[in-house]
């Protein structure tokens, strides 16, 4: 398990969406560090809040980029799918952890978690990135 190097091999070349992964990443981190140290639902649960908070604003702004592409970006679907899978594999974990049932975070989660964030901005999401500076290069 380590935490995420962010750096510009992971830009997509698309300013808004690179400044949220970048935020992101910062969080999905953070809450690495803490869990680490030790700490308890009293720290982790706000930042958990707004990753779920946040990875919903990040991904209605994806879809809406998809939305303006329409049939030139074929891979909408299974990329909706993608971000659905966020949720259902770890964020919906997590908020059960924050509702304080009986669940406890492990560091096999945390691992799923920075895996798939890195895997997801260094793969599907740069191909998005490319259909968006397509679409943005042609006006
Ligand atoms: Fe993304
Ligand atoms: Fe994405």
Wanted: hydrophobic share 35%; proline share 1%.
């Amino acid at each position: 398990m380590a935490q995420i190097e962010w750096g510009t091999n992971m830009f997509i070349g698309v300013e808004d969406i690179d400044a949220q992964h970048e935020k992101l990443t910062k969080l999905i981190n953070d809450l690495y560090y803490a869990y680490m140290e030790g700490k308890e639902r009293d720290v982790l649960s706000p930042i958990i809040n707004e990753l779920h908070d946040y990875a919903h604003y990040h991904f209605d702004t994806e879809a809406a980029y998809m939305k303006r592409l329409g049939d030139s970006y074929g891979f909408s679907e299974g990329h909706l799918a993608k971000h659905s899978e966020f949720f259902s594999t770890v964020i919906d974990f997590l908020l059960q952890y924050v509702s304080g049932s009986d669940t406890e975070i492990t560091p096999e989660l945390l691992d799923y978690l920075t895996d798939w964030w890195r895997g997801h901005i260094m793969g599907i999401d740069q191909g998005l990135g490319e259909a968006i500076r397509q679409m943005e290069s042609e006006g």
